[in-house]
């Protein structure tokens, strides 16, 4: 869903730059590194980019000025800046040349995604869709109803962060673990059995006897694979 | 009381102190001055009624025929007597004459206007006929004092035979009404000293205290957090005024030392940050899902392994600078310099690789320095020139001695510093530009690391750079 959205990100350290890169590519974006801002802003002229992930502590200049020189040569695709600095000063300096948020690290990478997709949203680039359709499955995420053939089912908050997963990434094959890590959360320590649990209620609820809908991999997990 | 005095304010109990000691000491100075006039007014008195007496008694002396050699067979009439008491009495002033037993052989007095003359006094009477001629007490009559003199009757001077002893009384009535005036005049005149002099103490001891308020409340102020409040310097050159100006100065040191403090902590903050956001980034995108990807989980783990290597190392720096900050850690042995040296080349060959790195062997010496330190300094020397010098550039080690001092240089030909650069060279996490192809980013505690070191064992560490050319460390660390 995420396709032909490419994400430029100008970041130096090498740890930050592999997670952020193997996350958004995760994600379904298209991504692009650059260690330094002189490097980041060829990039950006040779090839159009949806939105600029900027930190402002680069090795050959700060994060501001590279914003106000992309501002300057007149792009004007939104920028999400990375700053360490918790002091307003910064943050507004970062405003003030021309980045359209801000993020402190150390920061979340869902808190990321989100910023990401609102920017997206809101620069008109993606246009993202209450909602999702798959099959004769249709998935509302603004109203969290859910109706199969037009007919309307209830499921469980759990039960329906499972469908909306399958449904934006189908045939996409997910381990317990990351189900469990997805709709449960990081830092839930109960086992996977319960992944199975609700798996099985969701494909009751949805009326997917034999298993076609939601299929399991035997020895890695599930994937969705919607009628076409 | 004394927890009442000590509640008082400075200025209240200085100005009590001092009132009271003005109060004294003015007291004192009248007390004496007054004592001193009465006493100057008696003898005065004494002397003078004794003139007058002398020349009546010679006369008569002589009228009675008693200056001659025989004079004592001649038998006195109490006439004779009566005319002598007569004679030396006057308005303020009666005689009688009295035997050895007190009694009154003639009385001078005559008029009631006179005063009474006081009983004998035994005591000094039997003074006055054993010879002394400059008896003078005491006495009253009704509550009136009266200064009595007694002056033995005898032929000639220092004849033994004495006749009988002229008691002269005089009232001091007189004197004192002179003194009364003389002491309420002095009395109104210390009231107004002590008001004044009070009055014009507190007020200058309010000015002199006015600046310790000023420095009391800049104190209140700071305490709160206000730094960079100072007190007001006056021009004073008194110990207030120094103390103002010490504060002031103490003030500046500590703002100074507490915002150095706040700088380093929100470095190390940053610092630690730096990592932290890439071990959760990396950490979330793996439980996300990368996790099921072998090749994703396999660069994340990598990433963050390093990453958490970087955090001890960065700690490590952190406890190594705060341990130094002791000199009692410092554990200095002796040490022959070429053979550590040699030592420290040996084991510096998994950090050198392949790279040039000469020792120029100074003068043979041993010195006292601590091995671990020292072996560390010349650790991050070498990494930081290796850092920032080309592969195929030496880097030279060399040493002197210098009196007192052992000097040790270690030169690279890499990129060197500017001025500006090298002005922060020292500066906790201050790191210079990053050449092209420079391994891992430290985190700028190197230098800073390295200079507590050799100052922990009482050396110096001072760095000569030429841009482009290079860098020399010259480092000494005293012998003993």
């Not at chain 2, 530009?433 to 800073?448: E, N, Y």
Request: a positive charge; one cysteine or more; hydrophobic letters at 40%.
């Amino acid at each position: 869903m995420n396709q032909d959205t490419k994400i430029l990100i100008i970041e130096d350290d090498p740890v930050i730059t592999e997670f952020l890169q193997t996350g958004l590519k995760y994600e379904g974006y298209e991504v692009s590194v650059s260690n330094t801002g002189a490097e980041g802003l060829r990039l950006l002229s040779r090839q159009p980019f949806s939105l600029l992930v900027l930190d402002v502590m680069l090795p050959d200049s700060d994060g501001f000025q590279v914003c106000r020189r992309l501002r300057d040569h007149g792009f004007n695709l939104p920028v999400l800046m990375l700053t360490v600095k918790k002091e307003v000063s910064d943050r507004v300096k970062g405003l003030d040349s021309g980045a359209d948020d801000y993020l402190t690290k150390p920061f979340s990478f869902d808190e990321l995604l989100a910023r990401i997709r609102a920017l997206l949203r809101r620069s008109g680039s993606v246009r993202e869709e209450a909602v999702i359709r798959a099959g004769d499955i249709l998935l509302d995420t603004e109203t969290r109803q859910v109706h199969v053939s037009g007919r309307h089912i209830e499921l469980t908050p759990t039960e329906f962060s499972l469908l909306e997963l399958f449904m934006h990434h189908p045939r996409r094959a997910f381990t317990r673990e990351t189900l469990l890590n997805r709709v449960f959360g990081y830092d839930y320590d109960g086992g996977t059995n319960i992944v199975d649990v609700h798996v099985n209620h969701l494909r009751n609820k949805l009326g997917d006897a034999s298993h076609h809908l939601i299929r399991t991999l035997y020895g890695v997990g599930y994937a969705f694979y919607p009628e076409s | 009381m004394k927890n009442l005095f000590a509640r008082l304010s400075l200025r209240a109990r200085l100005g009590l102190l001092y009132a009271a000691l003005l109060i004294l000491s003015v007291v004192l100075v009248s007390y004496y001055s007054y004592w001193n006039i009465w006493q100057l007014f008696t003898e005065n008195e004494v002397s003078h009624m004794r003139a007058r007496a002398k020349p009546i008694i010679e006369h008569w002396l002589k009228e009675q025929g008693l200056t001659a050699a025989d004079s004592l067979r001649i038998k006195l009439k109490s006439e004779a007597f009566l005319q002598l008491a007569q004679d030396l009495t006057s308005r303020n002033a009666v005689a009688v004459i009295l035997d050895a037993e007190g009694k009154i052989i003639a009385s001078g007095k005559r008029l009631p206007e006179e005063p009474v003359p006081p009983p004998a006094n035994i005591k000094y009477l039997r003074q006055a006929f054993s010879g002394m001629n400059e008896v003078t007490y005491w006495s009253e009559r009704d509550g009136k004092p009266l200064l009595v003199f007694l002056i033995p009757l005898r032929p000639q001077p220092h004849n033994p035979k004495i006749f009988g002893v002229i008691q002269v009384s005089t009232s001091l009535a007189e004197i004192n009404k002179i003194l009364f005036r003389h002491g309420s005049m002095q009395i109104s005149a210390v009231a107004i000293v002590l008001i004044l002099g009070i009055l014009f103490g507190y007020w200058l001891i309010g000015l002199s205290l006015k600046d310790l308020q000023n420095l009391s409340a800049a104190c209140q102020q700071i305490a709160r957090g206000n730094f960079s409040r100072r007190t007001k310097t006056t021009q004073r050159r008194d110990e207030i005024g120094k103390l103002a100006a010490s504060f002031n100065l103490m003030i500046d040191k500590l703002e100074r030392l507490f915002n150095s403090q706040k700088r380093f902590v929100a470095n190390a903050a940053h610092e630690l940050l730096t990592p932290l956001t890439g071990l959760r980034g990396s950490l979330e995108v793996l439980l996300r899902g990368a996790q099921d990807d072998p090749q994703a989980l396999n660069r994340l783990s990598k990433g963050m392994y390093k990453e958490v290597n970087r955090l001890i190392r960065v700690c490590d720096q952190l406890l190594g600078l705060s341990r130094l900050e002791n000199s009692a850690n410092v554990d200095k042995r002796p040490i022959v310099l070429e053979t550590f040296i040699n030592d420290f080349k040996q084991r510096a060959k998994p950090l050198l690789q392949n790279r040039l790195f000469e020792v120029q062997n100074g003068p043979y010496l041993t010195f006292n320095a601590d091995p671990d330190l020292l072996e560390q300094i010349l650790f991050n020397l070498l990494s930081n020139a290796l850092r920032y010098s080309s592969a195929s550039s030496p880097i030279v080690l060399s040493w002197k001695l210098l009196p007192g001092y052992v000097e040790i240089r270690l030169s690279d030909q890499g990129i060197g510093m500017d001025e500006e650069t090298l002005s922060h060279a020292f500066d906790p996490f201050f790191r210079g530009k990053p050449s092209a192809g420079a391994g891992h980013k430290g985190a700028g505690l190197g230098l800073s690391l390295t200079r507590s070191m050799v100052e922990a064992q009482g050396g110096s560490i001072r760095i000569v750079s030429t841009p482009g050319k290079g860098s020399t460390v010259f480092f000494t660390l005293p012998l003993v």
